[in-house]
């Protein structure tokens, strides 16, 4: 499906700008809102790969390990954005 393709590209594309973002800012909640939409972001990746499980079988390996690695950057995020 091209709308799940498309969506998924650019929420991928997202963690990481927003995290470069983020540390490039001065003040903490600055730095903390970019994180935050980084989390968010990886999240709707993750819901994304469950999608594709239901959606395109075939992909069910590769999605369930992506999702997994989401969901590591999520709580390492969510662990940032908690401490401070």
Same mark, same amino acid.
């Given at each position: 499906?091209?709308?799940?393709?498309?969506?998924?590209?650019?929420?991928?594309?997202? #963690?990481?700008?927003?995290?470069?973002?983020?540390?490039?800012?001065?003040?903490?909640?600055?730095?903390?809102?970019?994180?935050?939409?980084?989390?968010?972001?990886?999240?709707?990746?993750?819901?994304?790969?469950?999608?594709?499980?239901?959606?395109?079988?075939?992909?069910?390996?590769?999605?369930?390990?992506?999702?997994?690695?989401?969901?590591? #950057?999520?709580? #390492?995020?969510?662990? #940032?954005?908690?401490?401070?």
């Amino acid at each position: 499906n091209g709308h799940i393709r498309d969506q998924l590209k650019r929420a991928a594309t997202s #963690i990481p700008l927003n995290l470069a973002e983020g540390s490039g800012k001065m003040s903490n909640k600055d730095k903390l809102r970019f994180y935050a939409i980084a989390r968010g972001s990886a999240m709707e990746c993750a819901a994304i790969c469950d999608v594709l499980v239901l959606t395109e079988p075939r992909l069910k390996n590769s999605a369930e390990a992506a999702k997994e690695r989401l969901e590591q #950057i999520a709580r #390492i995020l969510t662990t #940032i954005c908690s401490k401070n």
